[in-house]
């Protein structure tokens, strides 16, 4: 169950150290990718930092990281019983989530970063991570539709919560590709409560050096928000800009258009496109992508699909679906750490794919099953294009996949 508000996070939080600084990052999409953007370039500039964002990828720990790296699973654990007992003993009753941002926070503590980037976990307002002390820069993404029941049913409304992670004297950036109502409303919020709003901007020195080309529209609007927020927050004298290209020309962030070589658990040897789209608005980045990078000359796609309960389908199958393309429908096993949230049922998965245009005959319910949604996928599409989508959670049980059918591997491979 989700709750949210204030109050328990900061109890939990009483006796833990805030000493450092956040950029803090809040947004329907594109906040994960900003939040990559952001430490790597902290990192490449001599900043101690840490980086926080949810959902965890395979591992509970893996969404904490100092210094770029995983956090270790002990500094972790040892961290987490901390909090853990806190809340047992003053009888706080916090959600998971809670849990979890209290333990990144302590873990902060511990590994004394100077900067913590922090992705919010849903909305901004009430989320968990906005009882952090101390901000140095605030960043709104991407505004869309989503998590209405919490979050408001227009634009405007769930913009509005976004908008409550700022603070008096601290500047925000905002996504320029964003509509003039959200501009509006983040820059009303900004008078009210006394500070700037700054668009973000691709007029740099350093994002000379970069060819726009290279990067989907997206990214290249995402990479806009993490420099300006960079600019912001980096108030050393030296400049860092000589160090700053290798570190974005060499960032990953697993489950956004990520190729993957799934012949460990299909024998295919062509590779499969990963990605985390599960809205209308990140739908529509991923078909814009597919339709000019996978669709040759009409090529069908065979999709391998999941989606969280209460998802508006239509928003997401509509941008991704052509005529004479394949589905194999699936659910995601349950979300270490966060038993609210929960799949959609594989055939209603189907029964809307079939309102978008997909026949019968091209579609599979593998069930709970994702091998056997790999597997089908891999007879179905030949050699054709295959992209997994339409949650971030099944993007994690098949990089968990990938990970086990390695890991079998390599002690035969050693015996051979």
């Known amino acids: 169950m989700i709750e949210l508000g204030l109050g328990r996070i900061s109890r939990l939080l009483k006796h833990t150290p805030q000493s450092w600084k956040a950029i803090h990052v809040a947004g329907t999409n594109g906040k994960g990718t900003i939040c990559a953007y952001m430490s790597a370039m902290l990192y490449a500039s001599g900043v101690r930092c840490g980086r926080f964002t949810s959902p965890h990828l395979i591992d509970r720990w893996d969404c904490i990281s100092i210094n770029e790296q995983t956090v270790r ?6 961290a987490e019983n901390l909090v853990m007992k806190r809340n047992q003993i003053e009888g706080i009753e916090a959600s998971e989530f809670e849990l979890l941002t209290a333990t990144a926070f302590e873990v902060f503590a511990r590994e004394r970063i ?4 922090v992705e919010v976990g849903l909305g901004g307002r009430i989320d968990a991570t906005n009882a952090m002390r101390q901000k140095a820069v605030t960043v709104i993404s991407k505004i869309g539709l989503d998590h209405q029941s919490f979050l408001g049913n227009t634009i405007e409304e769930i913009a509005r919560e976004k908008a409550g992670i700022m603070r008096p004297g601290v ?3 905002l996504d320029r590709s964003n509509p003039p109502s959200v501009r509006k409303v983040v820059e009303d919020y900004a008078k009210e409560i006394g500070t700037e709003v700054v668009l973000s ?6 994002l000379d050096e970069l060819s726009e080309e290279d990067f989907e529209p997206h990214q290249w609007q995402n990479l806009a928000c993490a420099y300006t927020a960079f600019h912001l927050a980096y108030t050393k004298i030296e400049s860092p800009l000589h160090r700053l290209l290798p ?3 060499n960032i990953s962030w697993p489950g956004r258009q990520q190729m993957i070589d799934v012949r460990s ?3 295919r040897r062509e590779t499969v496109l990963l990605d985390g789209a599960h809205n209308g608005q990140s739908a529509e980045a991923l078909g814009s992508y597919v339709d000019r990078h996978l669709r040759k000359d009409g090529q069908r796609i065979t999709w391998v699909l999941a989606a969280s309960q209460g998802k508006e389908l239509e928003g997401i199958l509509k941008p991704l679906m052509h005529q004479g393309d394949c589905v194999a ?11 609210w949230v929960l799949s959609m049922d594989s055939q209603d998965l189907l029964a ?3 309102v978008a245009g997909i026949d019968v005959l091209q579609q599979y319910d593998a069930g709970t099953d994702i091998s056997a949604a790999l597997r089908w996928a891999v007879t179905a599409a030949a050699k054709g294009p295959i992209v997994i989508a339409g949650s971030l959670y099944l993007v994690s049980d098949v990089l968990r996949l990938l990970r086990d059918a390695e890991t079998l591997k390599s002690p035969l491979l050693a015996h051979l």
């Open 329 to 339: 429908a699936v659910q995601f096993g349950p979300v270490d750490g966060m038993p």
């Open 201 to 206: 901007s691709t007029e740099s020195s350093f």
């Open 73 to 78: 699973e002990s500094v972790f654990r040892e």
């Open 247 to 249: 570190a974005i020309q």
């Open 171 to 173: 500047p925000c950036v």
């Open 114 to 117: 100077d900067l913590g980037v």
């Open 265 to 267: 658990l299909t024998g």
């Open 352 to 354: 809307a794919s079939t």
